[in-house]
């Protein structure tokens, strides 16, 4: 059983485009994040949700807006796509809200925008 | 708030080298210290953690790491490299208190049949 699975895994589409991300966790964890991977690799976390309410909201473009519909579910709608979108979309979950606990990654969403 | 970096950006090993690591953190008390391994094209796979007690931690696929509060680092370390460990390196450090989980900038390791 996979334990933090993403979909889909590959997502090519145009400027303009609204697009969405989802991400389920199977390990009865309490948050769950996203992360932005650019080019050079370089992690950026840009939501963290904890029992469905949003904890984290760094600077991002409000282009992109979260859903939690239940604690194992984190899902990510991205409207008005750029090119500067293009990146590898990570979920993560978490058993608690601080940073004493590690983080478990989903396998990824490749985004490309043409 | 934490700070992460990681020195090296890239690092080429021959198989069945020695290999080291480099994790520099800032923090104003005691940190929750991660290593993390990303195969091309996959998500970030946990190594180890440090919490307290022991500074020499004990990881998956034969890693081990060496907390050193006198220097602020957390390196990674590995006696023999396999060729499957070509992958990003990733350190982070999480924070007590508050939801902070910083990465550092990563390195990637190359290995030389």
């Known amino acids: 059983d996979t334990a933090v699975s993403q979909t889909p895994k590959y997502l090519v589409t145009q400027m303009g485009n609204d697009k969405s991300i989802k991400c389920e966790q199977n390990?009865?964890?309490?948050?769950m994040y996203w992360y932005k991977q650019d080019s050079k690799k370089f992690l950026k976390i840009m939501f963290s949700?904890?029992?469905?309410?949003?904890?984290i909201n760094e600077t991002v473009p409000n282009r992109f807006s979260p859903k939690s519909p239940d604690k194992a579910h984190l899902n990510l709608h991205i409207n008005s796509l750029e090119l500067g979108d293009s990146a590898v979309y990570f979920c993560?979950?978490?058993?608690?809200?601080?940073?004493?606990?590690?983080?478990?990654f989903g396998p990824g969403t490749r985004l490309t925008v043409t | 708030a934490q700070s992460v970096t990681q020195p090296d950006i890239h690092i080429t090993v021959s198989e069945g080298a020695s290999l080291e690591l480099r994790c520099n953190y800032s923090?104003?008390?005691?940190?929750?210290l991660f290593w993390y391994v990303q195969s091309p094209g996959q998500g970030l796979q946990l190594l180890l953690k440090?919490?307290?007690?022991?500074?020499l931690v004990q990881g998956i696929k034969g890693f081990e790491a060496e907390f050193k509060r006198s220097q602020s680092s957390f390196n990674l370390r590995k006696p023999s490299v396999h060729w499957s460990d070509a992958a990003e390196y990733f350190c982070a450090v999480g924070a007590l208190y508050g939801q902070n989980f910083v990465f550092g900038p990563g390195t990637r390791l190359s290995v030389l049949p």
């Open positions: 390990l009865g964890h309490d948050t």
């Open positions: 440090y919490f307290s007690g022991d500074t």
């Open positions: 993560a979950s978490s058993q608690g809200g601080t940073g004493r606990y590690e983080q478990y």
């Open positions: 949700y904890n029992n469905k309410e949003l904890i």
């Open positions: 923090y104003g008390a005691t940190p929750y």
